[in-house]
């Protein structure tokens, strides 16, 4: 099956600070989201990106479908930004979406 | 809309117990999933459905079993407990059909604990 690949694994931050989360991917996808895993356990929808570049806020990000990977911009960082992020890809045809093991990020006062 | 709801919250089991973990969803979706999340690690798909009568199985289904009775509900059933089923679990759902209408919405999740 698809290999979902993200780094670094762990990442601490000072407030203010900005951050690229990778996700590399080792098929061709038809989707692609990220999610934000808040310290509550809730997973929040971040982006749906399966190509492009998209921006919300301090947060943006880029998929380039064709070098199989995607990147997550954080900018200015808050300490709400901390958690974990999530890439997770579908590949065309499944309804079944692959997770990678995700980003840790904490961001300090 | 309340979106993905999953009840119980938290829940503790003794091995070889057997409960339901109940999850629906108010968007009219049509696909619906279900997830493990053990510490440190990604999500694992257990099972999953795209549509009422429609149900198959995920990466990780042995020791569950799930019904899709109608479009809005998706129970996860665990018979015969085992502490490898610790774990917090999560319901999902997307409209479905292919593109955007693939992305998913997760509930809060349950916390499992089988002593």
């Known amino acids: 099956g698809i290999q979902v690949e993200q780094s670094p694994p762990d990442l601490i931050l000072q407030e203010g600070a900005n951050s690229t989360l990778r996700c590399n991917f080792s098929?061709?996808?038809?989707?692609l989201q990220w999610f934000h895993q808040n310290p509550w356990g809730q997973l929040i929808n971040l982006f749906y990106?399966?190509?492009g570049t998209k921006q919300n806020g301090r947060l943006s990000a880029t998929t380039v479908a064709t070098e199989r990977y995607s990147l997550l911009y954080i900018s200015s960082s808050q300490t709400t930004d901390s958690g974990v992020y999530f890439c997770a890809v579908e590949i065309g045809g499944s309804y079944i979406p692959t997770f990678g093991r995700g980003t840790s990020l904490i961001v300090h006062p | 809309n309340a979106g993905v709801t999953q009840t119980p919250k938290f829940r503790i089991l003794k091995i070889g117990q057997s409960m339901t973990l109940q999850c629906t969803q108010d968007?009219?979706?049509?696909?619906m999933y279900w997830y493990r999340q053990d510490p440190g690690m990604g999500l694992k798909l257990i099972y999953y459905?795209?549509?009422?009568?429609?149900?198959d199985k995920g990466e990780v289904p042995n020791g569950y079993n799930v019904s899709r009775s109608t479009t809005e509900d998706f129970p996860l059933r665990l018979e015969l407990a085992a502490p490898s089923q610790t774990s917090v679990y999560f319901c999902?759902?997307?409209?479905?059909?292919?593109?955007?209408?693939?992305?998913?919405?997760f509930g809060p999740g349950t916390r499992l604990t089988v002593l």
């Open positions: 098929d061709s996808v038809n989707n």
């Open positions: 999902a759902s997307s409209y479905g059909g292919g593109g955007a209408y693939n992305e998913q919405f």
């Open positions: 990106i399966p190509s």
């Open positions: 968007m009219n979706h049509n696909y």
């Open positions: 459905s795209v549509g009422a009568g429609i149900t």
